[in-house]
């Protein structure tokens, strides 16, 4: 146990972040294909209502305002959010959790939820997926035809953020992965992590 133990712990969590077009999804769910079982989502808290299919535990934990504000109030999460009138947040158990099961926490977050994770000093690797440019990006989500003028202004507006970011603080992410071929893209994803997934590959033939 005590050799386990010690793997586990040699594993961070990685936050992963990047605006939508930028690949992010489409690489991490290729890595899940290739890597089963070595990757966990850390379950977010949300004070919103359930959607259609959702449930409690496995997409987010539901919870009402009282006790969020009681949980944030004795410093339970790493970061936390208010959106839309609802409030979204990590708690330290919720990545806790997956680290017990020797698994590879991932945290998808945005860029204010980036911010509030570096502070809350989680030893985690932070990474960065966007698109070479912000033209490529808009022209990726106009052929999704998925958006609307306006959400594809949000969605433009968010990635001209995360480039600012970056700009004005080059260490706020340990690697940023500029998507302009699919394929280097993923090999770069997979090298940065190649240290874990080898540490999850040991855990496990033990």
């Not at 146990?1 to 586990?8: C, F, H, N, P, T």
């Not at 969020?68 to 839309?84: K, L, N, S």
């Not at 070479?132 to 808009?138: A, G, H």
Request: with cysteine.
């Amino acid at each position: 146990m005590r050799i386990v133990s010690k793997l586990m712990s040699a594993i961070k969590p990685i936050v992963l972040s990047g605006p939508s077009g930028g690949g992010k999804s489409t690489i991490f769910e290729r890595a899940k294909k290739e890597y089963p079982d070595a990757f966990a989502f850390s379950v977010s808290h949300t004070t919103r209502k359930p959607r259609p299919g959702e449930e409690n535990g496995v997409h987010y934990w539901f919870v009402d305002q009282d006790q969020m504000e009681q949980m944030i109030a004795r410093g339970e999460f790493f970061e936390h959010a208010r959106f839309g009138g609802n409030f979204y947040g990590t708690s330290k158990k919720a990545v806790e959790d997956v680290q017990k099961t020797g698994r590879i926490c991932v945290l998808d977050l945005e860029l204010q939820g980036v911010f509030n994770i570096k502070q809350s000093h989680l030893d985690a690797r932070f990474i960065l997926v966007r698109a070479p440019t912000l033209e490529i990006l808009e022209e990726r989500l106009r052929k999704r035809g998925t958006e609307t003028e306006e959400s594809l202004s949000k969605r433009i507006q968010h990635a001209r953020e995360d480039l600012e970011a970056v700009r004005a603080d080059p260490l706020l992410f340990d690697h940023v992965i500029i998507n302009d071929d699919l394929e280097k893209a993923y090999q770069e994803f997979i090298n940065i992590l190649s240290e874990d997934l080898a540490h999850f590959k040991k855990q496990n033939s033990i």
